[in-house]
């Protein structure tokens, strides 16, 4: 159980395009899913909270006019990069929290989204 | 500095051999304590997470908290080339009503048979 995907898997795109990254919860739901960049050879990096039903949360330093996220139900968040440039390339990574009621509430991630812009 | 310190490596050691991975910390409003498994292109897999200070056992994992040297370790028995990956420490704060996970970079380790 507690599967997270994320489609497509990789993409490439050219320079001022926009791109939409998608995260499922398969198996439950979730009212909070977090989108994290992951440049090589570097850290995960939250890059905003995704809150079912309201907006976003974006950490200090992420542009939420070119990172858009929407979260229209318990089982998805989209990821939208708006105006793509090449130093946008990286790994895109989504995760779901799943309320258990434990003291500690798991985030499972998805496979992740390589992005390549040209 | 940094919130979350990992030497990256990499780490190379021979099958059965004990693997120790580290990270130390500087903000004490870390509540939880994980440690993750990526594969290459893969996301993070948790193996474990630990709160209080002390040991956590699971199978051939133990997982180390030293809260008073903001510290934690990864020890893997027996290591075997199937657990050759990367290995991400991270860290749970709480944050405006919602929690954010800090990761370190993650060691690269490599297990030979």
């Known amino acids: 159980g507690a599967v997270v995907s994320q489609h497509p898997s990789w993409v490439i795109c050219k320079s001022g395009t926009s791109v939409k990254i998608e995260c499922r919860s398969l198996d439950f739901q979730a009212t909070t899913m977090f989108w994290y960049r992951q440049f090589p050879k570097q850290s995960l990096m939250l890059m905003a909270t995704?809150?079912?039903?309201?907006?976003?949360?974006?950490e200090q330093g992420v542009e939420k006019d070119k990172f858009l996220i929407n979260h229209a139900s318990l089982t998805l968040s989209t990821l939208t990069v708006t105006s793509a440039h090449p130093e946008d390339s990286s790994f895109y990574i989504c995760s779901a929290r799943v309320t258990s009621g434990r003291a500690y509430n798991e985030q499972f991630f998805g496979p992740g989204t390589r992005l390549t812009v040209l | 500095q940094k919130e979350v310190e990992q030497d990256p490596g990499p780490l190379s050691v021979p099958e059965g051999a004990i693997v120790s991975l580290n990270c130390t910390y500087s903000?004490?409003?870390?509540?939880?304590f994980m440690w993750y498994r990526q594969y290459s292109r893969k996301g993070p897999e948790l193996l474990m997470y630990?709160?209080?200070?002390g040991n956590k056992e699971d199978g051939r994992f133990t997982a180390q908290v030293d809260k008073s040297s903001k510290y934690i370790s990864l020890f893997i028995r027996d290591s075997q080339p199937s657990d050759s990956a990367t290995y991400l420490c991270a860290m749970l704060k709480a944050q405006g009503g919602s929690e954010k996970l800090v990761f370190g970079k993650g060691t690269k380790l490599t297990v030979n048979p």
């Open positions: 630990t709160y209080s200070s």
């Open positions: 903000n004490s409003a870390f509540q939880y």
């Open positions: 995704s809150n079912e039903g309201s907006k976003a949360t974006y």
